[in-house]
């Protein structure tokens, strides 16, 4: 059942020239984590922000739970759109206790809530301690606690995971995920990162200048893209001419063999622990393949495509 319906919706700012939303419709479902991917400027944060009521449409509608948030002659406070919103560094306040973060401005209706908040995310043992005297798995769990003490309908996460090292990454990006579930509450997760994207995703939504290219589940957009661009998004791609239609296919989709239909010279060769990344110039133009052994440059290679 969908909780969350965005119907038609359009921004542009400035003179005009700047459109971070065309015709934007999608839906989201009770329970899903649904994602927002793109490179940066396409409109991903702004729609969020739209969402959450940061930010003015010029037309369009976005409905939560029935209730019109934004739509002809309804333009609701944030306060009032029953919805949450994690930050990219989670803004917690560094003179404030984790118990004193996770209530502020809810002090009143938020104690009742907080002890089994606490609890359910582990974090009871620190709740008197200063952000600085925690990890940062620690924050996230405190940035999501501030985030559910209100019991919202909706969570958006906005790249809560951009000023992190790709090992922490991988650690808060699996434990949000863990909680997020746990809780059973309707997420919209906004990345550039594919492997964000990958890891924690039940749908993912490609934009691209303010446009939804393509939604659905992450390996159907991987396997199945409708562009060339949509395909780029969730790694690389190599394409093609065969019978004057442009083919297309990953890394992975390619046997080496002597008597393959492709041919070229390897032009690069890197080890990538249990695989190496083969560049090979063809006739087509570069080609990356994936093998299980090195080949030495400049020699020749032969291989087929198995799907695509």
């Given at each position: 059942?969908?909780?969350?319906?965005v119907?038609?919706?359009?921004k542009t700012?400035?003179?005009?020239?700047?459109?971070?939303?065309?015709?934007?419709?999608?839906?989201?479902?009770?329970?899903?984590?649904?994602t927002?991917?793109?490179?940066?400027?396409?409109?991903?944060?702004?729609l969020?922000?739209?969402?959450?009521?940061?930010?003015?449409?010029?037309?369009?509608?976005?409905?939560?739970?029935?209730?019109?948030l934004?739509?002809?002659?309804?333009?609701?406070?944030?306060?009032?759109?029953?919805?949450?919103?994690?930050?990219?560094?989670?803004?917690?306040f560094?003179?404030?206790?984790?118990?004193?973060?996770?209530?502020?401005?809810?002090?009143?209706?938020?104690k009742?809530?907080?002890?089994?908040?606490?609890?359910?995310?582990?974090?009871?043992?620190?709740?008197?301690?200063?952000?600085?005297?925690?990890?940062g798995?620690?924050?996230?769990?405190?940035?999501?606690?501030?985030?559910?003490?209100?019991?919202?309908?909706?969570?958006?996460?906005?790249?809560?995971?951009?000023s992190?090292?790709?090992?922490?990454?991988?650690?808060?990006?699996d434990?949000l995920?863990?909680?997020?579930?746990?809780?059973g509450i309707?997420?919209?997760?906004?990345?550039?990162?594919?492997?964000?994207?990958f890891?924690?995703?039940?749908?993912?939504?490609?934009?691209?200048?303010?446009?939804?290219?393509?939604?659905?589940?992450?390996e159907?957009?991987?396997?199945?893209?409708?562009?060339?661009?949509?395909?780029?998004?969730?790694?690389?791609?190599?394409?093609?001419?065969?019978?004057?239609?442009?083919?297309?296919?990953?890394?992975?989709?390619?046997?080496?063999?002597?008597k393959?239909?492709?041919?070229?010279?390897?032009?690069?060769?890197?080890?990538?622990?249990?695989?190496?990344?083969?560049?090979?110039?063809?006739?087509?133009?570069?080609?990356?393949?994936?093998?299980?052994?090195?080949?030495?440059?400049?020699?020749?290679?032969?291989?087929?495509?198995?799907?695509?």
């Amino acid at each position: 059942m969908s909780l969350l319906h965005v119907k038609q919706l359009e921004k542009t700012f400035c003179d005009g020239s700047v459109c971070v939303a065309k015709s934007i419709n999608l839906e989201v479902s009770e329970g899903e984590i649904f994602t927002l991917m793109g490179k940066s400027g396409c409109g991903k944060s702004s729609l969020l922000r739209m969402i959450c009521g940061f930010e003015t449409p010029c037309s369009g509608e976005i409905i939560l739970g029935g209730k019109t948030l934004f739509g002809k002659g309804v333009n609701l406070e944030t306060k009032e759109r029953e919805l949450a919103i994690v930050f990219q560094n989670y803004a917690l306040f560094p003179h404030m206790s984790v118990a004193q973060n996770i209530l502020f401005g809810y002090e009143k209706e938020g104690k009742t809530r907080l002890g089994a908040l606490l609890e359910k995310t582990g974090i009871s043992a620190i709740k008197e301690r200063f952000p600085h005297e925690i990890s940062g798995g620690q924050q996230q769990r405190v940035a999501l606690c501030r985030a559910l003490i209100r019991h919202p309908k909706l969570l958006l996460l906005d790249e809560p995971f951009s000023s992190v090292d790709s090992e922490l990454r991988a650690s808060l990006r699996d434990e949000l995920k863990q909680m997020i579930k746990a809780f059973g509450i309707t997420s919209i997760f906004v990345t550039h990162d594919r492997e964000d994207a990958f890891h924690m995703s039940d749908r993912v939504a490609l934009m691209a200048q303010g446009e939804i290219l393509q939604v659905g589940e992450i390996e159907t957009l991987y396997k199945h893209p409708k562009s060339k661009l949509c395909a780029q998004f969730l790694g690389k791609i190599n394409v093609y001419e065969e019978d004057g239609k442009e083919k297309m296919f990953r890394p992975a989709d390619i046997h080496v063999n002597p008597k393959g239909a492709l041919s070229g010279e390897v032009k690069e060769c890197v080890f990538h622990g249990f695989y190496y990344v083969v560049l090979v110039q063809t006739q087509a133009g570069e080609m990356t393949l994936f093998t299980k052994e090195p080949h030495p440059l400049a020699a020749p290679i032969a291989f087929d495509v198995l799907s695509g």
